[in-house]
């Protein structure tokens, strides 16, 4: 594992200004954009909705795809790839996301997830052999650490990959599901038990051939989505892997399976930002058009409240996304789980609000399933369960550090004790000194939800100890603070280097005013610390259910 990310980093009290101060501006918008309008000239000839009534991307789509380069986008040029940066590899996703979401993520998952072990983890025997195959599309990959019992629990799989005797090749058993890309694929990184005996300690991380004796991949699972994505279950039935498909050491199989997470939920942030953008889009042009009363319904304030919380939020969760992709772009293996947590969460959740605004602006057109919204709201669903339900992510951010707390103070109560009066104590943040006054306001209230999340963490060790991880409204209380800091942290790094290169415009400070506000309502309704009225009357309902 590489560095801690900006947050981790905060909150065990080092401020990393080489985090906050990044340069933005490498992304080569034209190689980007040659893509992308590569991607549609293969594409011009199927509409979203004629690639669904098929089930499947047709062969000469699928091949024009890799033709032109598709799959390789995040590979380096050596191993046949088009070695874009993960930042602009971010853009390609956020610039197609809009145009067919079920299109966009058989890509997405074969470089987001499924390759990306290799490229991280892989030495370069294991690159050499793979690494061509995949940038050319011959092998797709896939991810397959879901078990049929297992979903966010990842330590606990039960799939097992036992060595040999003559430690040759391990026999690989088990089975996994909701594996994306599953009949796509000729290749898959599998995760399993080396060591039954001590799940996650014992885990390992492997390049499986699915044309190898005993794989079998199950038919494709009818979903209300995604319908051209194949999705299915795996089974592995004494499976012999070389061991030269292991990546990495034996144990580091979780350590690899997080890290190549935080990829995918990046992808995610990107293609929640380029729906969002694409539904104001067309939530603009519907208002321009459409005249009731007299007046073109963009004048309504009820209608341009659905455009700009598009515009805001989709700023927002870009700011997350390439602030987070900064920092991975500086050291691939960095610890930037909270980041990537915060990226999943607010992009896919604000982007499913955004499309209901998007068709409800269309009125009783945008029920009919000859308009776009009807599929785009279907297909996107999937991204609030996948890569960690929105529920994981809203606790897991405190428990990342409450766990990692416990590991410096050593779990004894009073070291609870006096780690926490320390941590209420420290404030880092005040450090980050940002010149230009049009940020000053963003900063301040930052710092204040900073101060705000440390308090509620020092009294949630006292008051909770091992014990926190039943108190799960406290925990989202944490998140829901942190990312309102986080929002205005990515967001005053990006307007600061835009400051930076000749000053930012009447338009970006009024996002940003946008998002103090929102983040001072957060601010005010969470930073208490114990129970409102609500969830003490949640408990008395909750009880009358369960009887």
Known sequence: MGDAGFLENLFHGRLRKDQFFMDYDAVDEGKVQSLVSRLHEVTSN??????????????????????????????????????????????????????????????????????????????????????????????????????????SDAQNISTTAILSEDGTHYLLNGGKTYITNGNYAQGLTVFAQTDPENPGKGMAAFIVETAWEGVRIGKDMPKMGLKISSTTSIQFKDVRVPVENRL??????????????????LGLGAASSGVMLQSLADMYGRASSRVQFGRPIKEYELIQEKMVRAKVHAFAARSMTYFTA??????????????SSHCKLYGTTQAWDTLYDALQTAGGSGFLATQPYEKRMRDFRVTTIFEGTSEIHSIYPPLTLLRGYAKEFGGSALGALRFA???????????LVIEHKELQKA???????????????ARGMIRYGKRVLVHEFYLRRVTRLSLAMFQLVAACSFLHAKADRGGVNK?????????????TEVYQRERRFGSDKLERAHEQVYAGIDK
Do not use: W
């Open 326 to 339: 900064k920092a991975l772009e500086a050291d691939p293996l960095a610890n930037v789980a909270i980041e």
């Open 248 to 265: 990495g050491a034996d144990g580091d199989g979780f350590k690899i399976a997080m890290t190549i997470l935080n990829y995918g939920r």
């Open 507 to 519: 338009e970006d400070k009024a996002l940003l005013a946008y998002l103090v506000a929102e983040a």
């Open 443 to 457: 900063k301040a209230l930052a710092c204040r939800l900073e101060k705000t999340i440390r308090r509620q963490l």
């Open 46 to 151: 199927y509409s979203p909705a004629q690639l669904e009534a098929e089930g499947r991307v047709p062969e000469a789509v699928l091949v024009g795809l890799k033709q032109i380069g598709l799959f390789g986008i995040t590979v380096p040029a050596e191993y046949g790839g088009l070695g874009f940066s993960l930042s602009e590899y971010l853009r390609v996703i956020e610039s197609i996301s809009g145009d067919d979401m079920a299109l966009c993520l058989i890509p997405l998952a074969h470089l987001s997830i499924g390759m990306k072990g290799i490229l991280l983890f892989a030495n370069e025997q294991q690159k050499s052999k793979y690494l061509p195959e995949a940038a050319s599309g011959r092998m797709v990959f896939g991810y397959a650490l879901t078990e049929p019992k297992i979903g």
């Open 421 to 431: 009066r320390k941590l209420r104590k420290t404030r880092v943040f005040d450090g």
